[in-house]
């Protein structure tokens, strides 16, 4: 299993999907940085030597924000937004979507689970 910045790549994957396990890459950044290396996309982690491995670490070290840098930057600027009271940042605030998205009937996944109405009474049973 290859490590590469704290995490742990799979073995039986491509090593093309295997790097979009690290935050901050995709599948285009992966193609890039195997073109880049000259590595098969083919290829599985379980197969890689020591020397590729080395390279993409490298790779990855000098050209990309990946990890625990790239989500402090995010939350800095959020921070930033939330702090000059933009737009953007007022949504973040009161947990709404901020990109233009109808929030009458969906946005659940930042608006929350609907609960009922509290304190409405249930007609007796006859």
Same mark, same amino acid.
């Given at each position: 299993? !290859?490590?590469?910045?704290? /995490?742990?790549? %799979?073995? &039986?994957?491509?090593?093309?999907? !295997? $790097?979009?396990?690290?935050?901050?890459?995709? $599948?285009?950044?992966?193609?890039?940085?195997?073109?880049?290396?000259?590595? &098969? %996309? @083919?290829?599985?982690?379980?197969?890689?030597?020591?020397?590729?491995?080395?390279?993409?670490? &490298?790779?990855?070290? +000098?050209? #990309?924000? /990946?990890?625990?840098?790239?989500?402090?930057?995010?939350?800095? @600027?959020?921070?930033?937004?939330?702090? /000059? +009271?933009? #737009?953007?940042?007022?949504?973040?605030?009161?947990?709404? %979507?901020?990109?233009?998205?109808?929030?009458?009937? @969906? !946005?659940?996944?930042?608006?929350? /689970?609907?609960?009922?109405? !509290?304190?409405?009474?249930?007609? %007796?049973?006859?």
């Amino acid at each position: 299993m !290859a490590r590469i910045s704290g /995490i742990d790549l %799979p073995k &039986n994957k491509r090593i093309e999907r !295997a $790097l979009t396990y690290i935050y901050g890459i995709g $599948l285009s950044c992966s193609q890039k940085i195997l073109q880049k290396i000259k590595i &098969n %996309p @083919n290829k599985h982690v379980g197969e890689l030597n020591d020397k590729e491995i080395t390279d993409i670490r &490298n790779i990855l070290e +000098n050209e #990309y924000i /990946i990890e625990g840098d790239l989500r402090r930057l995010e939350s800095i @600027n959020i921070k930033r937004l939330m702090e /000059i +009271n933009s #737009y953007r940042g007022k949504r973040h605030r009161i947990g709404l %979507p901020l990109r233009g998205q109808r929030t009458r009937t @969906n !946005a659940r996944t930042r608006r929350g /689970i609907k609960k009922t109405m !509290a304190g409405k009474k249930k007609a %007796p049973k006859k």
